[in-house]
């Protein structure tokens, strides 16, 4: 398995420097990594029994995804490295399937499943590799497969679900927040295409235009007549309708928030690197975040991560463009606090860690239903924000023993594994989780691989762990 998976590497090593990209350094290319985020939609398909019509219709697509992955797959372990290369030759497989099943199956008209057809093998190819040429030494292969899969589940899932709501408008509280979530992310996507299409929009006067004509004349405007409300005003509604316990919650974010800008400010006054220990501070405070919003207040935590990815991106276009006031700190925060991993121009690290403790909570069919739920929407936090965390603090202090071709130490490993079941074990103690007997029984099973992962991977963790744990749990 391991030669198999090692000619597989480096004949996608040979193919990207035959195609003229540029892949992160100092890693490998992560070919596996492909295959995980179409297996999280499918599984959690067959796990839950009541999932909504776009979850189903979703999964389909990742089913697609999935396929389509297979494809590349199988193309590049028989590719010859002197050859020019193309993922798009085998994309009718894929295209063919998905047409068929949504058109068949789901009895969706022939255009629209046509072009979900298209989604899933041309768009998928072309965009991964316009992800990696367009920005060079940021991803590596199965980083930009993500990046490039989650994109189109996103836009599909965003239509779909826009669409439906011009029929009928949500109700609950969940459904609310995902229109506004698909909404909002949808208009920063049209902040970005604006800025690479019209290189006169990039300058701090236009820029600010198009941010808030954007968001003013579009984002809310769009919001209203969908929810038949004012969308400010039923977030407002959401805060404060619980006997001040959410606004208290609000408030504790906020000083979240100040103490993260002080440590930012405190490094760039150092004018120093900050250690890897310096680092993880931040994801000690995402889990200080995190799990007082899952426990009691999840719908609000939901669309709340959803602003602050909308910002992140934001203000990282403030950085990349040098805008005013922002762009000198945001760039000096950036020297500051880069790492091995954020070798190109962008700042991935902030928004990895928060797609990271994030994504179950949005990839998950029925998430802030239950109490029962809160274990898989903890996947993230309990892999990057304790796993991580204690594998790099323990290890960096005690690790004596290295992993084969690894500078991970076991003894970081076995603090990853010890610190997560521990973490786990005071949740249930504490009655803030439910686990069922087939949870209780894949947590050892996912704590152990994520732990391995961890010590093994030179893939970005804070995005890897989370996808591996919630995949198993």
Excluded at 202 to 226: D, E
Excluded at 242 to 265: E, F, P, Q, R, S
């Amino acid at each position: 398995m391991n030669s198999i998976l090692g000619i597989l590497e480096e004949k996608t090593r040979n193919i990207l420097a035959t195609c003229n990209v540029k892949p992160r350094p100092h890693a490998g290319p992560g070919v596996w990594l492909i295959f995980l985020l179409p297996g999280i939609m499918i599984v959690n398909c067959f796990k839950y029994s009541h999932v909504s019509k776009i979850f189903n219709l979703a999964s389909d697509l990742s089913l697609g995804l999935f396929i389509a992955s297979v494809v590349i797959v199988l193309a590049i372990y028989s590719s010859n490295p002197k050859e020019n290369h193309s993922f798009n030759s085998g994309m009718i497989f894929p295209f063919v399937f998905t047409s068929c099943r949504l058109y068949f199956v789901h009895d969706r008209g022939l255009a629209f499943s046509t072009g979900c057809g298209v989604l899933t093998s041309y768009i998928f190819s072309s965009g991964l590799m316009f992800s990696m040429k367009s920005f060079p030494f940021c991803f590596t292969f199965g980083e930009a497969t993500i990046l490039t899969q989650a994109v189109i589940l996103f836009l599909f899932s965003s239509t779909e679900n826009i669409c439906n709501t011009y029929y009928k408008a949500p109700e609950q509280d969940t459904e609310i927040a995902t229109l506004i979530l698909q909404v909002g992310l949808l208009g920063v996507c049209a902040i970005c295409a604006t800025l690479y299409f019209i290189p006169a929009s990039r300058s701090a006067g236009p820029f600010y235009g198009v941010v808030f004509g954007i968001l003013f004349l579009i984002v809310i405007p769009s919001l209203h007549f969908l929810l038949g409300r004012s969308p400010v005003l039923w977030i407002i509604f959401l805060i404060w309708n619980d006997n001040l316990k959410t606004v208290w919650l609000v408030g504790y974010w906020m000083l979240c928030v100040c103490a993260a800008t002080i440590a930012v400010a405190y490094q760039i006054q150092k004018g120093q690197q900050a250690s890897t220990s310096v680092r993880k501070y931040f994801h000690i405070l995402a889990v200080a975040v995190y799990f007082p919003g899952l426990v009691t207040a999840c719908c609000l935590l939901y669309l709340a991560t959803a602003v602050v990815l909308a910002l992140f991106v934001v203000l990282e276009l403030v950085r990349l463009l040098n805008i005013p006031p922002l762009g000198n700190s945001l760039q000096e925060g950036f020297a500051v606090y880069a790492d091995e991993k954020d070798a190109g121009n962008l700042a991935l690290t902030p928004i990895y860690l928060l797609t990271g403790c994030s994504l179950p909570l949005w990839l998950h069919p029925v998430a802030c239903s239950s109490p029962s739920t809160i274990i898989s929407l903890s996947s993230g936090l309990l892999s990057v924000g304790v796993g991580d965390t204690l594998a790099s603090s323990i290890g960096s202090r005690f690790g004596r023993h290295k992993w084969p071709g690894s500078n991970k130490s076991i003894e970081g490993t076995i603090a990853c594994v010890v610190g997560q079941m521990l973490a786990i074990i005071v949740l249930y103690l504490s009655g803030v989780i439910q686990l069922s007997s087939w949870v209780s029984v894949t947590i050892p099973v996912s704590v152990i691989l994520t732990s391995i992962i961890e010590a093994k991977t030179d893939q970005v963790d804070n995005l890897v762990l989370p996808l591996v744990n919630f995949l198993v749990i």
